[in-house]
């Protein structure tokens, strides 16, 4: 199976190239070649910008794929360059969408892929995501387009610390506070359900839907069947970095009173219970099983920074956003 990447060297796609790879699929990545080191052996690269329609038409001149799978496209205008770039020249198309793209609020907090509906009023990026799956499903029934979409929800791997406040370019500076006994923010009261997925365990659900007619026209998500509250996820983080810590509680809204770039990340996402029945993905893979439990997986996570010192950064910046955040909720309740 010939099997093209747009991308394919991100956090989650890494991980799915490499296993993908392990089992004998042809894989080629399509990128600018900015992340060599995150391109797995045994990958064919083609370097291009799928951000400039022709150039990218002409670096893929003569190729067909069985699939294509794009892990960068995030708006309709992206979309649309897909359709156009391989309308005719791929049996499946599988487009990565969002989990975050469900109903926010949701009317019940287990989430499948036919009953919860596409919503998210306070997230631009979710809604650009559910106009692109629209866009798709649109297309296929005109044309046929054959198109598979997944959504994923929050999904780690070795170089993240996932958590619904850190830094994305500085991702161990949640530890580096953990460890240093600095209060850490956790948004509400700590009680609310969610759902850590490795992307190891993503990876084996995801290469099971490559090339399968029966995943035309469908939506999946792909996550692990271990429910957390943020508390638990907070105490494995510390547990992982050899600490205990040290939790303040400050509502989404105040937090985002300080930060409305936030709102997105939690109202939209991270602060509303989210709860996966996984029960399409396992009918048609029946093997796919996240094996990977948080707790064990941030012991790998936080192995792997140390074993990597240079990556061991902190970003000045969000501290100094956290501690202003953590000094004003404490004033409020000065007598």
Request: glycine content about 8%; aromatic content about 10%; charged content about 25%.
């Amino acid at each position: 199976m010939k099997v093209l990447f747009i991308g394919g060297t991100g956090l989650i796609s890494e991980a799915v190239s490499k296993l993908a790879i392990a089992r004998g699929i042809e894989l080629y990545l399509f990128n600018r070649g900015k992340r060599d080191d995150f391109v797995p052996e045994g990958a064919k690269t083609i370097i291009g910008d799928i951000r400039d329609s022709k150039a990218a038409a002409a670096a893929l001149e003569g190729h067909r794929f069985d699939v294509v799978v794009d892990w960068i496209a995030f708006t309709p205008e992206h979309v649309s360059v897909d359709i156009e770039l391989f309308r005719g020249r791929t049996k499946q198309y599988i487009f990565i969408s969002s989990a975050s793209a469900y109903q926010k609020p949701p009317q019940h907090y287990i989430i499948t892929e036919e009953a919860t509906p596409l919503e998210n009023k306070y997230w631009q990026y979710s809604r650009d995501k559910i106009a692109c799956e629209q866009l798709l499903t649109e297309e296929q029934a005109a044309t046929g387009f054959p198109v598979t979409i997944v959504r994923p929800s929050f999904t780690y791997g070795d170089t993240m610390i996932p958590a619904a406040l850190n830094s994305w370019p500085h991702p161990w500076s949640l530890v580096a506070r953990i460890r240093a006994g600095l209060p850490v923010i956790v948004h509400g009261d700590g009680s609310s359900l969610w759902t850590m997925t490795h992307n190891t365990d993503f990876a084996k659900g995801f290469v099971g839907l490559l090339g399968r007619e029966e995943a035309i026209g469908q939506a999946y998500h792909i996550t692990s069947d271990e429910v957390l509250t943020w508390n638990q996820i907070y105490e494995a983080i510390g547990d992982a970095a050899g600490a205990v810590p040290k939790l303040v509680y400050i509502s989404s809204e105040f937090l985002i009173s300080h930060d409305p770039e936030l709102e997105g990340g939690l109202l939209g996402d991270k602060s509303v219970t989210s709860v996966f029945d996984n029960s399409k993905i396992k009918s048609l893979v029946p093997e796919f099983e996240a094996t990977v439990s948080f707790a064990e997986g941030m012991k790998r996570t936080v192995a792997w920074f140390e074993a990597h010192p240079e990556r061991c950064t902190e970003d000045k910046e969000w501290n100094e956003q956290m501690d202003s955040i953590i000094a004003a909720h404490a004033s409020g309740y000065k007598k």
